[in-house]
């Protein structure tokens, strides 16, 4: 379950930008995920919520994007979008993809307080 550690580097990284923006209080956090990330989003939030106890995160809202993986398609030379291990390529349908982007949680930002 890799969900608590990244909850944990979540909010330490959150708990980072509060200290040098001199934030008291973090009460939204919108975070992107992209498709091949492997993230289970039930298990993250509920580790989410733990984790930001006794932080300035506590209690905030986790709004949550979620965002297809960017591919290469060797057979038909398009930059395509999936959103599984198991999609193949939308244009031509062939399975010669190489993922570009598309495992990565990233904090797109914080309403603070």
């Given at each position: 379950?890799?969900?608590?550690?990244l909850c944990q580097s979540t909010v330490?990284?959150i708990e980072q930008q509060a200290k040098?923006?001199?934030?008291?209080?973090?009460?939204?956090?919108?975070?992107?995920?992209?498709?091949?990330?492997?993230?289970?989003?039930?298990?993250?939030?509920?580790?989410?919520?733990?984790?930001?106890?006794?932080?300035?995160?506590?209690?905030?809202?986790?709004?949550?994007?979620?965002?297809?993986?960017?591919?290469?398609?060797?057979?038909?030379?398009?930059?395509?979008?999936?959103?599984?291990h198991q999609s193949g390529c939308p244009?031509?349908?062939?399975?010669?993809?190489?993922?570009?982007?598309?495992?990565?949680?990233?904090?797109?930002?914080?309403?603070?307080?």
């Open positions: 379950m890799h969900e608590v550690a330490d990284i040098l923006n001199a934030v008291t209080r973090v009460s939204g956090v919108w975070l992107e995920i992209r498709a091949l990330s492997c993230i289970e989003e039930g298990a993250f939030r509920f580790c989410f919520d733990i984790a930001c106890r006794g932080t300035v995160a506590e209690g905030c809202q986790l709004h949550v994007i979620h965002t297809p993986a960017q591919a290469w398609c060797w057979d038909c030379s398009k930059m395509v979008e999936v959103e599984s244009q031509c349908q062939s399975f010669n993809l190489k993922v570009e982007n598309g495992d990565s949680l990233r904090i797109k930002e914080l309403e603070v307080e």
